[in-house]
């Protein structure tokens, strides 16, 4: 079904910002020339119909918590298999199939970093795989917004630095209290509040900090980008002297085509590429014409690269912060 009017607005203006207020879908409301009621039953149906997975915080890599991206080489004929023994993992929050000899791709994502070295462990005992584990090294853009309009298009263009924050045990139980979306209610901060035993006051002001602080990097819709006409989903890699790399990666980054940009290591002789750009078109041949783009204003051209264009989504979520099962 395609998505109305109502909703793309909704989704398109709300992706970045959204109100930290008593009662936010009243603001929402107001701003659209809605009532509130009809506004939070049009988001409930967003996420209903799977046009957004939730309402809420994209929190940076590897600040409140710890995360990883990891591949492994699956012989095709145990990629199902592989695969679910994969998505089974609780902190497992990405796990897609791509065109290359490393054919599985899958992010660890919540805890700490034993968590995430337990979960990698697991997998390939159970798999009887070794994974390729690509830390992040730096991160150049991560706004992951999508332009269905005018609203988004040029917001989040650049990673702010990480400003004075010091890690408070609330944040991590308000961000799990969230993981999966605000409720869709009247006074949502109310009831995450509720749930903690903490004031409102105090949910928010978290919320807040974490976001003047560059540790959420988004506050809003996270949308589910194949079911807006986003369906070619490339991961573009090349390998650029690491002298160089801060110089490509400005460049990259400033390119409205791309939605993350950030660099990892090399793993020799299987994964040479060592800066990633994540390209949501809604053709190949859209996404092809964004990275000859990128080549061309970076002088990359020659470099050494190869284009992942995703073939299926065997797991997708955000972040986990609690200790209960991610599964999705």
Known sequence: MTPTSIELSLIDRWQHGFPLVDKPFEVVARAAALEERE?????????????????????R?????????????????????????????????HNYEREHDLNLWFVVAGGDTDAIATTIR?????????????????AYHLGLGFPLGAACAQKGRTVR???????????????????????????????VADRLALDQAEVI????????????????????????????NAMAVWEIP???VEEVAATFARHPG????????????????????????????DAHAVIDELNLLADTGLRRQAVLFSRRCFKQRGAVFSSR???N
Not at 39 to 59: E, H, K, M, P
């Open 325 to 327: 099962s991610g599964a």
């Open 258 to 285: 791309v939605t993350l940009c950030y660099q990892r290591p090399r793993r020799l002789p299987l994964w040479p590429y060592n800066l990633f750009c994540m390209v949501h078109a809604r053709s190949r041949h």
């Open 242 to 244: 690491d002298e160089s």
């Open 205 to 232: 002001a978290r919320l807040e900090h974490l976001i003047e602080a560059g540790v959420v990097t988004r506050f809003g819709c996270v949308v589910r980008h194949d079911k807006l006409g986003f369906r070619s």
């Open 61 to 93: 890599p590897n600040t409140v918590g710890a995360s990883t991206l990891a591949a492994l080489q699956v012989p095709p004929d145990r990629l199902e298999e592989v695969a679910r023994i994969v998505s089974r993992q609780p902190f497992v929050t």
């Open 122 to 138: 697991a997998i390939e005992n159970q798999a009887g795989l070794t994974a390729v584990v690509l830390p992040m090294v730096r």
């Open 161 to 191: 630095p990480i400003e004075a924050y010091t890690p408070d045990p609330r944040d991590r139980n308000i961000l799990a209290a969230i993981e999966n979306g605000l409720p869709l209610v009247e006074h949502p901060y109310r009831a």
């Open 39 to 59: 506004t939070i039953d049009v988001f409930r149906r967003c996420q209903a119909r799977d046009l957004i997975s939730r309402v809420g915080a994209v929190v």
